[in-house]
């Protein structure tokens, strides 16, 4: 977890080797290290998204562009409003039906599985919704990224929390690309 987070709740309950408990003077800068937008605990390793080896991630992708109704459907279709409160909400989707299995199936949100709004404007742009489960009918619909982590290399609830801490500090509103009325 970032610095700027322990450092809110006063320190660590079991601090990794290195960080001494509730000292803020023992827990400068020595006790951690500067990474690309951020700061971490020294003994931590970092990688970067997207290595190909170690493979980071194993699904990185935009979602489905099927025609979506508001009312009633086969499969429920995520949008950026479903995830808008910062976690997946179910009543806050787009229906559709017809659907090929192997569609339904590269589609269908997975337990662990992160969406990222990557696009639309800046009050959206960062946010993500965590799956805390597998799903039998909410697939993943466009203008959301679905990340998949590579759980051998690291946790995809951490992962999660990485970048809502990126977007709480300002990281993706800093480096995005804009377009007229959009981020």
Avoid at 110 to 115: A, E, F, S, V, W
Wanted: aromatic share 8%; glycine share 10%; charged share 30%.
């Amino acid at each position: 977890i970032p610095v700027r987070q322990l450092e809110c709740n006063g320190g660590l309950e079991n601090p990794p080797s290195g960080l001494a408990e509730n000292s803020g003077e023992d827990r400068g800068m020595s006790a951690v290290r500067d990474i690309e937008f951020t700061q971490i605990a020294a003994e931590w390793d970092s990688i970067t998204l997207g290595e190909e080896n170690p493979q980071t991630l194993l699904v990185m992708r935009n979602g489905m562009t099927a025609k979506q109704v508001q009312d009633g459907g086969e499969y429920k279709v995520s949008r950026i409003e479903t995830i808008g409160g910062g976690w997946i909400d179910e009543k806050r989707v787009r229906f559709t039906s017809g659907l090929k299995e192997k569609d339904v199936e590269k589609y269908r949100l997975r337990k662990g599985d992160i969406l990222f709004s990557h696009i639309n404007s800046d009050k959206h742009l960062g946010k993500t919704g965590f799956a805390e489960r597998d799903y039998d009918d909410l697939l993943h619909g466009m203008n959301l990224l679905l990340i998949r982590a590579n759980p051998e290399i690291f946790d995809p609830e951490f992962l999660n929390r990485v970048f809502q801490h990126y977007r709480d500090i300002g990281v993706f509103i800093s480096i995005c690309s804009r377009a007229v009325n959009q981020s």
